[in-house]
């Protein structure tokens, strides 16, 4: 990793929007189809409602193989729901992508240039300063709303499983910035605060999770930028009335665990895979220790935060023993099962861990783990809140 690199003016979301016009957000698309938001967070994103359900449309380059419900000359498309646990018919998603195909395709050839941009090169791409427009992301989970949060895209912890690094790298492809291995690169928004601020006057008050989705809150560069500290400050100053959960892997978060008590529903977490320490540094190594994230949930906890854990996805080690540590720290766990190893392939490949990538396996955990905590008086939850 090298020092800071440029401002980066080059808007994705813009260019994407172009592709449909002259349908903007809040038009309709077709019969009962409306354009509702754009999102580049997690890869090119178009959110639709059609009669009322929302419908989320991947957007992609076209290559060679890659399956799709739609496609135009140029792009992709694919569907999935809007809430994340809801199921969808798929003569709506099929239907919505075609229509999007077809705006599209009267688009593509002249908004082409605006996703074309040189491969950078040098090593100051690695770390990005960047200032975004939006910063607050719609997440509908089991029919609850809340807004994902990440002051940073890209993260230094780098767990070989994360799912977020396939889903960041259309993004980063158009952006015409070179291929790094997940964990060397961040984009820092260095002026998320700025943007929080104006966000919480103009957006529905929804409960906000900081979330790992796209990088974790207190990886390394955080001791530096303090860039989620800022954000927690402007939502303590505002008095926030919904709850904020703040969720890591890194102990660094206790450096702000008097200012997150401020928060008037506060809530602290550490996810936290398996409580066998030799486990974790094979597939999360530069991650905090199991020992420094427990100690983490009895500080915040202590400090007065409601502690809550993740466990995701189940990675071998005495389930007993992780019950144990966790009902003694904290009030809810959300329970989650491994879904793609992603960059772990050669990490799942070990023999000794090999049968961890089995979903009959993992459910086993699962309901295994569910089961200890409940006994313990522990709730399990789902979806994106703790209950
Ligand atoms: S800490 Fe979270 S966001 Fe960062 S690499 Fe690991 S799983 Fe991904």
């Known amino acids: 990793m090298t020092g800071i690199g440029d401002w980066d003016d080059f808007d994705v979301r813009s260019a994407l929007l172009a592709l449909l016009e002259p349908v903007c957000i809040g038009d309709a698309l077709g019969d009962g189809v409306t354009l509702r938001d754009a999102s580049t967070e997690t890869g090119l994103k178009l959110v639709v409602e059609v009669d009322g359900v929302v419908v989320e449309v991947d957007v992609a380059p076209k290559e060679a193989g890659r399956r799709s419900a739609a496609a135009s000359a140029r792009w992709t498309f694919g569907y999935r729901t809007g809430d994340k646990n809801a199921p969808l018919d798929a003569t709506v998603g099929l239907r919505v992508t075609s229509l999007v195909a ?7 050839e002249r908004v082409a240039t605006r996703f074309v941009r040189p491969v950078s090169t040098g090593t ?3 770390v990005r300063h960047v200032k ?7 997440q509908t989970n089991l029919g609850v709303h809340s807004w994902a949060l990440s002051p940073y895209v890209g993260c230094l912890v780098g767990c070989r499983f994360c799912y977020a690094q396939s889903r960041l790298a259309v993004t980063r492809t ?9 964990g060397s690169w961040v984009d820092a928004r260095i002026n998320a605060a700025e943007v929080l601020r104006r966000e919480l006057r103009e957006r529905e008050a929804l ?9 974790d809150p207190y990886h390394a560069l955080e001791t530096k930028l303090r860039l989620t500290r800022q954000c927690v400050e402007v939502l ?5 009335p919904q709850p904020v959960l703040m969720l890591t892997r890194e102990a660094r978060v206790l450096e702000d665990a008097e200012l997150l008590a401020r928060l008037p529903r506060g809530f602290g977490g550490v996810s936290l895979p398996t409580i066998d320490e030799d486990v974790l540094k094979h597939f999360e190594p530069r991650a905090s220790t199991a020992a420094e994230r427990l100690r983490a949930l009895e500080v915040l906890r202590d400090a007065g935060l409601e502690t809550f854990a993740l466990v995701q996805p189940f990675l071998p080690g005495n389930l007993v023993a992780l019950a144990d540590a966790l009902a003694a720290r904290v009030k809810s766990v959300r329970l989650d099962v491994l879904r793609g190893v992603e960059g772990a392939a050669d990490q799942f490949a070990d023999p000794r861990f090999a049968h961890a990538t089995d979903a009959k396996w993992q459910d086993e955990k699962r309901a295994e783990l569910a089961a200890l905590l409940d006994a313990r008086g522990i709730k399990v939850w789902s979806g994106e809140l703790p209950p």
């Open 102 to 108: 077809q705006h599209v395709a009267r688009n593509e």
């Open 124 to 126: 100051s791409t690695r």
């Open 132 to 138: 975004v427009e939006r910063l607050l992301e719609r």
């Open 174 to 182: 158009l952006l015409g910035l070179p291929e790094v291995p997940w």
């Open 207 to 215: 409960p906000i999770k900081f979330s790992p989705i796209v990088s």
């Open 236 to 240: 303590v100053e505002a008095k926030y």
